[in-house]
């Protein structure tokens, strides 16, 4: 395999690894205010790729379908926060995760009936089209886009929770929501918004993947099953964990299934299917709490 090709994987599989980030810091978002595991994160995902391509259908405009999925995705996710979730505070974590896992399967079984069950794409703009000289070797403009985007999202978020009211009013919350209610804060609108953001966050992964993957019904179940792993391994309320441990996982996934089965042959495939799920067992049996996961649960 010569130097440009291991160069060009080393380029995706950091892609990869940044929209996977995109997806985990809403987890951990959710999780370090609410304390709630959101088994729909992943149908935020699915929502914002058919949103995105039917709004370009309807527009004939990238960028005003981009603007229609994370606004349609952070509507859908208030709403759901409000009729669904809210009234769960109080239960337990497995009546919450059975909600949300019922809204899943309800987002799912909703896309059928709108748009059927064969795959939907969305067209790349012509402005991000076509390739461009990476060293060396040609590397398509809109993968380096998504790239620049995940990194510019995750900033703006860290310097909305670091420098910020809101920020702050997010971090009081999540180390001490009684406290939080009693200086007069509105925790339930607090709630409402983080919900919102972390959908939007979720929205702009499917969004952006669209034009890479097929749009079908549940393509947001192993979007979510390999978030909520990055999660387990940089551990959960990490902002920080969730970028070291999406990037650990995207690059492990894609060398991982370009060399598990040269070197292994036949059963190569199926290791590079676990390889993820083995890096998750080991850190999590040295490290339960998650790499980054302080004692009090934050980082």
């Not at 959101?38 to 790729?49: D, E, K, Q, T």
């Not at 391509?53 to 952070?74: H, I, K, R």
């Not at 109080?90 to 919450?96: N, P, S, T, W, Y």
């Not at 420098?163 to 919350?173: D, E, I, P, Q, Y």
Request: proline content about 3%.
């Amino acid at each position: 395999m010569s130097f440009s090709i291991l160069l060009e994987q080393l380029f995706n599989g950091f892609q990869y690894g940044m929209l996977l980030f995109l997806m985990a810091i809403g987890v951990t978002l959710v999780f370090g205010v609410m304390r709630l595991v959101n088994l729909a994160h992943g149908s935020m995902f699915m929502v914002g790729g058919y949103l995105a391509s039917a709004a370009a259908q309807a527009t004939g405009s990238f960028w005003l379908a981009a603007l229609c999925a994370l606004v349609g995705a952070a509507i859908m996710a208030a709403v759901i926060e409000i009729l669904i979730v809210r009234p769960l505070y109080r239960r337990g974590h497995l009546d919450q995760l059975l909600a949300t896992f019922g809204v899943t399967l309800t987002l799912n079984e909703l896309i059928v009936v709108i748009w059927g069950r064969a795959p939907v794409f969305v067209s790349i703009p012509d402005i991000l089209d076509g390739h461009t000289e990476m060293l060396g070797f040609p590397y398509p403009v809109y993968r380096l886009a998504i790239t620049g985007v995940a990194i510019l999202a995750g900033l703006i978020l860290m310097w909305l929770v670091a420098k910020t009211r809101f920020g702050m009013l997010v971090r009081a919350g999540a180390d001490n929501r009684t406290m939080v209610a009693g200086l007069g804060v509105n925790v339930t609108v607090l709630y409402t918004l983080v919900f919102a953001l972390a959908a939007l966050l979720a929205a702009l992964a499917g969004m952006m993947s669209g034009p890479l993957i097929a749009m079908q019904p549940g393509v947001g179940d192993p979007i979510l099953i390999l978030t909520l792993t990055v999660v387990c391994i940089g551990g959960f309320g990490s902002l920080k964990g969730a970028l070291v441990a999406s990037l650990l996982v995207g690059l492990l996934d894609t060398f991982g299934r370009i060399f598990a089965p040269q070197w292994f042959g036949a059963a190569g495939n199926a290791l590079a299917n676990m390889l993820v799920y083995v890096l998750m067992a080991a850190v999590l049996y040295y490290r339960p709490a998650g790499l980054f996961t302080t004692r009090g649960g934050h980082s």
